[in-house]
């Protein structure tokens, strides 16, 4: 019976537990964000190779504006052959040259949904105003949550709600 009881805790110890992830990545924020810190690119395949390193995807998106323009389409599909689903919105030139293609509600709704069947949310955005949903999932549901954001272009609060934040830096950059 010992035996067999020690047997039983010793398998349990070397079957690490997956964690379900999904994963919500603003790609406009992202895209200024690195743009206007580093003048690079995000490098969304060792991002994926990070966020999703010994853990079990449930979601992938990736939100983004549609243009219309053949780039941002080359771009998307490289986003799908990643393994992200691919949200898009059509972008809008307001008459006073204002634009709007804003994700965050969609997001927000995303995550909420997504909360309840997983260990770890993660959120590539620099967006202050996601810090309030964070709160919520994690007191909501009891997720971890994890931001990548680049540092000086992400908001105080969403960096101290997250439960871990990477910073973008070279590593992440292309």
């Not at 398998?11 to 810190?37: E, G, P, W």
Request: charged share 25%; hydrophobic share 40%; with cysteine.
């Amino acid at each position: 019976m010992l035996v067999r009881a020690v047997t039983c805790l010793c398998n349990m110890i070397l079957m690490k537990k997956v964690k379900k992830v999904s994963i919500f990545v603003d790609v406009q924020n992202i895209y200024y964000t690195t743009r206007h810190a580093y003048t690079r690119n995000f490098d969304y395949n060792r991002f994926w190779e990070q966020v999703t390193r010994d853990r079990e995807i449930i979601h992938a998106f990736a939100y983004a504006t549609d243009r219309g323009d053949p780039k941002q389409q080359q771009f998307q599909n490289i986003l799908r052959a990643i393994g992200f689903q691919v949200k898009l919105k059509p972008y809008i030139q307001r008459k006073d040259g204002s634009s709007k293609g804003d994700w965050d509600v969609g997001i927000t709704l995303d995550v909420m949904e997504a909360a309840a069947n997983v260990d770890i949310i993660v959120l590539a955005s620099g967006d202050g105003d996601f810090d309030l949903l964070l709160q919520r999932v994690q007191q909501r549901y009891n997720v971890e949550t994890e931001v990548y954001g680049v540092p000086v272009l992400t908001a105080n609060a969403l960096v101290n709600t997250a439960t871990r934040y990477i910073p973008i830096k070279d590593d992440l950059l292309l």
